[in-house]
């Protein structure tokens, strides 16, 4: 898939909910499954499942609906969650150890193959059976690693140098946890993931909702 024909973000952000519908069906014993079925599931409109689900290549029959098995295997497919995919993690905090231990992600086949971290304390050791590594040594480890994905969990006041190393090291692909829009080149993908707006927009509805 070129960068220009990539789908919009929010049927992206869909097809995880719609594989953890037809996986249930899929383990109820159906072999077809509507669009219908899994928009009133998810309290969608059936045109918008059915235009998501058409970018994985999959065309449901009319009447019966989606062969099962192929639509699993195509929504995996278009993920890229069937194929491994080597993480390292920057930052072996708190929210780093959690997202190494976090089961679900080796479900899809993201392994995480080595932690850097500046704290003498924590390089040598182990989280979840990740090697911590001394972020001095980032350059010579990821020789070794084949590792696509680095996950950024630093302080944010070090996201961006952190990151420059990263850019500077061959690293392609940035999941970054903290709350700092990355300058990256072009060709380096940036996909963040801001765990305190998320929780800004909770408690502002909060607030206005009791
Ligand atoms: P802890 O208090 O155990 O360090 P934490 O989750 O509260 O955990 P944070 O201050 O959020 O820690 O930092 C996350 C991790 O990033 C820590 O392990 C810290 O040592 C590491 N870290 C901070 N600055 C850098 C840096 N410049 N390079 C590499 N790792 C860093």
Redesign the pocket.
Known sequence: MTKNKIPAAPSIRRLPSYLHIIRQAQSDGLEYISGTVIANELVLEPIQVRKDLAITGIIGKPKRGYPVGELITAIEHFLGWDSAKNAIL???????TALTGYQEFKNHGLNFVAA????PQ?TGTQIHDVPVYS?ADLKPKLKNLNASIAVL???ST?AQS?TDNLVEAGIKAIWNFTNVKLKVPEDVVVQREDLTSGYAMLCVVMGKAY
């Open positions: 920057i930052g072996a905090g708190n929210l780093g850097f971290d500046n704290n924590k972020f969990t630093v302080p070090e952190i």
